[in-house]
């Protein structure tokens, strides 16, 4: 495969310096620096995990990092003992209490969404944060268990250069308004239909 | 919200517990252990930032992590920076020259593609690694810088308890066929049609 002819090759540097030309002219029309208000939903994998991995983007430019989750409780902590290794520059509320057929128990299951909420306006409001992960925000919304209104609009009146990622499934259409950038990941192909089982490092 | 008859909470009690019978009855079917073969593709954002998500899941359950970028180079650090953190528990290697479009240079991309794969094969032969990144193959599959028919018979090959995650645009359907677990990122909004520039920390 790396047999150019110099004709190939010339060909191939002319193309691409054609493409960088469109590249850098796209690049310089945007100008606005704001924070992002992101969505990660659908049924596919890798909702809550992108989040975290843009933590480590924000983490690796000096900043700091709060998260809210609003469904999932303390079993899920992976993430969560690789990202406190980073002191207090990460702030970690798990205020879920599991799924909502573990707890089996709507009125506890509102009342800690509240709980979450309350915790996430706090973090939405505290200047020295650069991200706020609302991990799994969108099934307490799908579900009525909070004001969606009230919700969407602490959203749009964040701090300026504040980003925060929003996950889980099924996003209301008015948050999917509200935000910049909205990514849906859907499902392809999954072990767990092949009798693979949820393994430790990748589900949990 | 918050003011539910008894009714409506023993309705819901009865249908949780439903559904978690059937639950618990799935999880019990999947018995198989094995590490993973995980494909993040698609055009959307988050398919390099959920594979970092799960290098830190890995990390926190003690886990040794082993990165190869194929296409990006030393200028894409951010999360880089935020994981060598962990120290010797991170390998990540930085082996690409840049886009196609940058570099201009065929030959020259396929020689870094050459050299990025030679060092994959090194840390898919480490047994001291759980999780093994790469980063763009499919970019570097697409346009036949590699041999796919090699590339997938070593992933296939993999120690059987070894996770991989192959990222980029444009999967190849023999790369699906062998994998385990397949995400497509769909780009639902983006900022950059409002023209806002990628920001630090989100896109960089």
New interface residues.
Partial sequence: ??D?SPE??AR??EK??K??AV?DA??A????????L?????A???K???????A??????G?RVGVVQFIKGAWH???????T??GDRVEWHSMGEGF????????RD??AC?RAWEKARELLADPSI??VILDELNIALRY??L?LEAVVAALRQRRPDL?VVVTGRNAKPEL?EA??????????????K?????????E?
Same sequence: chains 1, 2.
């Fill in positions: 495969m790396t150019l190939e090759a191939h540097r691409m310096a493409r960088k590249q796209e690049v029309e945007k100008t606005l620096e704001k924070g992002l992101i969505i990660h939903t659908g596919g994998k890798g809550s995990t992108a989040a975290f991995g843009l480590l983007r924000i983490l690796g430019h900043g902590s992976a993430e969560r003992d690789a990202l290794s980073f909502t057929w573990e707890t089996q128990d709507k009125a509102i009342a509240a650069g991200l009525d268990y004001p980003h999917i935000a910049d950038l909205v990514t849906e990941m859907t499902l392809v192909k999954h072990h767990f092949t009798g693979v089982k949820a393994q430790k490092g990748i949990f």
